[in-house]
């Protein structure tokens, strides 16, 4: 005789996608408990700084009212560096400062919080300083519940939504993951540098709230990666993202990597004088498609980071927005197939279609080779400088000499840094492919 | 007084401290509030001895809403009632006091940690006692209690110099306790989970009145002692005076004076070491 489960669902772990996921569960009447090990939601999560949360037009109409946002994002860069050069391409938006804005800086633990308190209201039964250690199972191998790490712990569900994060302890003991491949992660490090508003509007030219978002190729130290820096009311983001083989192998360490940053010339005068307030650190799963998990177990659905879902691939490091929208969509497939009474991986079929029809898996298709792409070495230690190169002689006035045409300089670039043309090409293509 | 009354604690909700800044906790932001590590230990320790006298721990706390949080981790660990008493987190320990003795004039045992996270002084269980008018032994680091009466506490007080006092409250009683006294438990699941929609009292409090003394503004710290800069050559000797490193230590001095004497030696001794203008 099955024991009977004690409520609906369990989410496990209220960052966004957990949040998302219950919000759903909770508002279609079901009765929902949302674990998270922190003790409040949000408190040990981290990012870079910005959130994208269109897709919360479908769960929280008016969000940007309520959501506790430091700066609107209404300035995007992606700066190319080099050791001694920058070259940026600048992006601005009075659209982007006024509804329904576009993105935002906000601090997790603010964020999240706000996101699980809307679950918490339309009816989850939120419970911190919760783990779960471990998945309950039938004698046919069907998740049924959780253990959690509290004495009389275990709980008994018709399903489980797994959005713990990263390192998704769940969803590798549902045997979901593939083995664990370092090269499919990234180490992202930041540090969080205090200085007035004042201060920070006037370096970066932005007024009341407008906040600004740089994304950075170069400039981390010889390990492959990506760097950033984000703009909150009295605080700035500065960090990178490191690819995690290389960085072993370089034997650096990560705070070495931002302190070379933050001495960049092109960033020194962003961040002088600020004080440090915070570092702290988080793997992210970089490698998109070609990391992601089954999604769907017998009683278990996959969402957020759990699943791979952030989307890493160059100007783009979005990942809560992706969680957000895979914990909504598996909080309707959950809703679905508890209806009809089928929680098996066919019953919750209805998931992965949602994110297949979506942004979620989209774009996570048609990106695919970008992470790849992204990180490879000649987009990170060869082609920056011949950017800035190019950049350079473009801009200089080497008078008497007259004016070089532009496929001169990249065709002399080209061959002085030893970028064979078929490599440059095929590259491209690629870029194309996935940006294009 | 029955050994089936109810055994009650008093739990302090602190609001993080006030240094703000960027990422600093703000004082109104409950989730960075909290009760202190005594308060715990007073807790576990009322569930203990409910648990040997056969009665219940009701929780009690004054503040505001966002309080009933440590009320509610309180119903999870095992407490049977809880109640908030509709009070700002800065009351006067007196009006607090005298509210928690109105509320809780059936309980045989009154735990309170010893002091709180904030401005603690220790000073609530005290006025608590003087109310109720029973007895009150404060800042203790053993408790036992005679079962086979249910009577008398038996408990241990540090005195200096590394010896203890023995103690016999008769019950009724008022008891503070250190924080290392013992670990909170871990609350099981189905209760942590029903604490979260559990029933707790609100009693609502008239205005402050600061029940039976008058107003003491009290500072909150000492003030630091300014120090004219050290003499010495080099780095290592200024430093050596500055932290009388190496010096033979400054004994304590004991005096034997009348009560209003000795109080004017302290005073004096205060305002010579710079705690006092
Ligand atoms: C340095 C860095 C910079 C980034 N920058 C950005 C950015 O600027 N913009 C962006 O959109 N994304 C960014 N990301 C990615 C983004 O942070 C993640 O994609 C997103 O947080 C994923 O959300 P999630 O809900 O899936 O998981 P998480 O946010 O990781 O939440 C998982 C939750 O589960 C809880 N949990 C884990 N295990 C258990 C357990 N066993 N029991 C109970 N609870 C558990 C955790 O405490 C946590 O609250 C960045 C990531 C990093 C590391």
């Known amino acids: 005789m099955p024991e009977t489960p004690d409520v609906d669902v369990i989410v496990v772990g209220a960052g966004p996608a957990g949040a998302c996921a219950s919000i759903e569960l909770a508002r279609a009447g079901l009765q929902v408990v949302l674990l998270e090990r922190g003790p409040f939601p949000g408190s040990k999560n981290m990012y870079g700084g910005v959130v994208y949360p269109r897709i919360l037009d479908e769960l929280i109409p008016n969000w940007w009212d309520e959501a506790p946002v430091q700066r609107w994002v209404t300035r995007r860069s992606t700066m190319v560096l080099t050791p001694t050069q920058a070259l940026t391409v600048d992006f601005r938006s009075t659209a982007w400062g006024a509804p329904p804005y576009n993105g935002a800086t906000a601090y997790r633990p603010d964020f999240d919080h706000w996101l699980a308190s809307h679950a918490e209201a339309a009816g989850a039964q939120v419970l911190c300083s919760t783990t779960v250690v471990g998945l309950l199972r039938d004698a046919n191998g069907r998740v049924v519940g959780v253990r959690t790490d509290r004495p009389d712990g275990d709980l008994r569900a018709r399903l489980v939504i797994a959005c713990d994060g990263v390192n998704s302890f769940v969803a590798k003991e549902a045997g979901l993951h593939p083995p664990v491949d370092a090269a499919n992660y990234t180490l992202g490090v930041k540090e969080t540098l205090a200085l007035p508003k004042e201060v920070i509007d006037e370096r970066f030219g932005v007024r009341g709230r407008e906040g600004v978002d740089i994304e950075i190729l170069g400039g981390t130290g010889g390990v492959n990666g990506g760097g950033f820096v984000y703009t909150n009311l009295d605080t700035i983001a500065i960090g990178a993202v490191l690819k995690l083989p290389k960085l072993a192998a370089q034997k650096r360490r990560p705070e070495e990597i931002i302190a070379g940053l933050k001495a960049h010339p092109a960033i020194a005068p962003l961040v002088e004088g600020a004080e440090l307030k915070e570092y702290s650190a988080h793997v992210i799963p970089e490698a998109g498609l070609a990391m992601m998990p089954k999604l769907t177990g017998d009683g278990l659905l996959v969402a957020g980071d759990a699943a791979a879902m952030c989307l890493a691939a160059g100007i783009w490091l979005e990942g809560v927005n992706f969680a957000m929208a895979s914990g909504m969509y598996a909080g309707r497939a959950a809703i679905d197939a508890i209806r009809a009474g089928d929680v098996s991986t066919a019953g919750l079929a209805g998931y992965e279609r949602r994110l297949s029809e979506t942004f979620v898996l989209r774009d996570h298709r048609k990106l695919k080779r970008a992470p790849h792409l992204v990180l490879s070495d000649r987009v990170q230690h060869v082609y920056p400088e011949l950017i800035t190169s190019v950049a350079e002689r473009m801009f200089r006035v080497d008078n008497p000499e007259p004016k070089p045409g532009l496929r001169r300089i990249v065709t002399s670039e080209r061959k002085r840094l030893g970028i064979r043309r078929r490599d440059l090409a095929r590259d491209g293509l690629d870029g194309f492919r996935s940006f294009g | ?277």
């Open chain 2, 1 to 277: 007084m029955s050994a089936t009354a109810p055994i009650a604690v008093c739990l302090k909700w602190t609001p993080a401290r006030l240094d703000g800044g960027p990422l600093g906790p703000d004082a109104a932001d409950d989730r960075f509030a909290g009760i202190s590590p005594a308060d715990r230990a007073a807790l576990e320790l009322a569930l203990r001895l409910a648990d040997r006298l056969g009665t219940t721990v009701t929780a009690i706390t004054a503040g505001p809403a966002g309080a009933e949080r440590a009320l509610r981790d309180a119903l999870a660990a095992g407490a049977e009632r809880a109640v908030r008493l509709d009070m700002a987190t800065d009351a006067d320990s007196r009006d607090v006091a005298f509210e928690l003795a109105q509320s809780l004039a059936d309980a045989a045992i009154v735990l309170c940690g010893d002091y709180s996270l904030d401005r603690g002084s220790g000073s609530v269980p005290a006025f608590v006692a003087h109310h109720r008018r029973i007895a009150q032994a404060l800042g203790l680091v053993d408790i036992d209690v005679d079962t086979a009466t249910a009577a008398t506490v038996h408990a241990t007080r540090r005195l200096d110099g590394g010896r203890r006092e023995l103690l016999a409250i008769p019950l009724p009683c008022v008891l503070s306790v250190e924080g290392s006294l013992a670990t909170l438990r871990r609350a099981p699941l189905p209760r942590a989970l029903a604490s979260r929609s559990a029933h707790i009292d609100v009693v609502a409090t008239p205005p402050a009145h600061h029940h039976g003394a008058p107003a003491i503004v009290t500072a909150y710290r000492p003030r630091a002692r300014v120090m004219p800069a050290p003499a010495g050559e080099v780095v290592l000797d200024r430093l050596r005076r500055l932290t009388d490193a190496g010096t033979a230590p400054s004994r304590g001095e004991t005096v034997v004076l009348e009560p209003p004497a000795a109080a004017a030696r302290i005073v004096d001794a205060l305002r010579e070491w710079g705690y006092l203008p």
